[in-house]
């Protein structure tokens, strides 16, 4: 295919979104084979058959790499719970919250929680997802992660979508653990783990380091077998207070530290050091209305390389929109455009330990998203509702 007089922001470069007016790219299978003006279309793609996109914007295919997009039922009740004064805290410790989740995961089928996980994604591919991350975590226990796990990979199997898991079995201590959660860790946790990578279930190992579920030092428990796994490591970190999360991240050399509107300068050196991804979580701030955003301009200071991503999950972002994630990442935190759209494409990609995508270069993969836009800005200015034209998976419409 040769996409022809194409608006390309190819996000090669750092200033400028690696902006290509009247651009052409070629693909060859599953790749990019050339990038440039269609004025200097090598001979070798001009007898390709053209696909004149009339001047539309094309990006990089978007890349959500934060979702729970598997789970059962909903929280609607829990939300006007919180909207008539109870704390996301709160509903948590009187049994709510994640652990509502659980009870309507372990009881839902495989089946139904595909169905469910599928109408959710259809969604978000129809906003230019092309790579999508799940995570587990809504089962706690050996069962329901495996089965969240299994329907994860379905999921990539059923529609045009690349997804990387991530095994979050230290997301919350379940009822029939209450006050023992180092017990949890080790009975159920951790041993799920190694029957999740013994399935090839596992991309990533995340967890929730917060005063609601786990202190630093369960969480690397867990950690440590995920080195013995040789499998990359996730953290939710600093969402609520600072408990040393985002320390424990860097120290390990995480991929990325999630929400952490909680973290410090120090935090953020740490992170710059380490060489991992913040990735904001706009779409939680916003639900749980929450006053302290995360330290954007420490991010900038420290060079630390910010992603975006919906969070989608029943509690506290019920959302599928990466668009709109990237309007709430300018609006409430300021964020510019270009950095928005750099943190679902090229940063979204270093945050699941990728290097194949998020950019249109040569040899990247051929995925691509064409936008009824002329700008990159307008995909963060219109408020989740810029048209998509058309989406390009492994190089076919």
């Not at 004025?39 to 979702?67: A, M, N």
């Not at 995961?105 to 092309?130: C, F, H, N, P, Y």
Request: proline fraction near 5%; charged fraction near 20%.
């Amino acid at each position: 295919m040769l996409l022809t007089h194409a608006t390309l922001a190819t996000l090669v470069s750092d200033q400028d979104y690696g902006f290509i007016r009247d651009g052409a790219v070629a693909l060859k299978g599953d790749k990019i084979a050339w990038v440039g003006p269609m004025s200097e279309i090598p001979k070798t793609f001009r007898g390709t058959e053209p696909f004149d996109v009339q001047g539309r914007l094309v990006t990089p295919g978007f890349i959500d790499c934060h979702s729970h997009i598997v789970y059962g039922g909903n929280r609607a009740a829990e939300f006007e719970q919180r909207l008539n004064g109870a704390s996301y805290q709160e509903i948590a410790q009187a049994g709510g919250g994640i652990i509502s989740t659980v009870k309507a995961t372990r009881a839902a089928s495989e089946e139904d929680l595909l169905s469910t996980a599928i109408s959710r994604v259809e969604a978000m591919l129809a906003q230019g997802v092309t790579t999508l991350e799940i995570k587990s975590g809504y089962g706690l226990d050996r069962e329901t992660e495996l089965k969240m796990l299994r329907v994860a990979r379905a999921i990539g199997s059923k529609c045009r979508v690349s997804v990387y898991t991530s095994f979050l079995g230290a997301h919350a201590i379940p009822p029939e653990y209450e006050g023992q959660p180092d017990t949890y860790i080790d009975d159920v946790c951790i041993p799920t783990l190694r029957a999740a990578h013994d399935e090839g279930l596992v991309d990533a190992v995340d967890g929730f380091c917060e005063g609601i579920a786990f202190d630093a030092e369960q969480i690397a428990r867990v950690f440590d077998v995920a080195r013995q796994l040789n499998l990359p490591i996730k953290l939710h970190a600093e969402q609520l207070s600072n408990i040393g999360g985002t320390q424990l991240a860097a120290r390990y050399k995480a991929l990325s530290a999630d929400h952490l509107e909680y973290a410090t300068s120090d935090d953020a050196a740490a992170l710059a050091r380490s060489g991992s991804v913040a990735v904001i979580l706009p779409g939680a701030f916003y639900t749980l209305r929450e006053e302290r955003p995360p330290p954007i301009d420490a991010f900038r200071t420290h060079g630390v390389p910010m992603a975006l991503a919906t969070d989608s999950n029943p509690g506290s972002s019920p959302m599928t929109s990466l668009l709109l994630a990237m309007n709430m990442g300018c609006t409430l935190f300021r964020m510019t455009p270009m950095e928005a759209l750099m943190g679902v494409t090229r940063n979204a990609t270093r945050a699941l330990g990728l290097s194949d995508r998020g950019t249109i270069q040569p040899g990247a993969r051929a995925d691509l998203a064409v936008w009824q836009a002329d700008h990159p800005a307008e995909l963060s200015y219109r408020i989740g509702d810029t048209a998509l034209h058309c989406r390009i998976f492994e190089g076919a419409l």
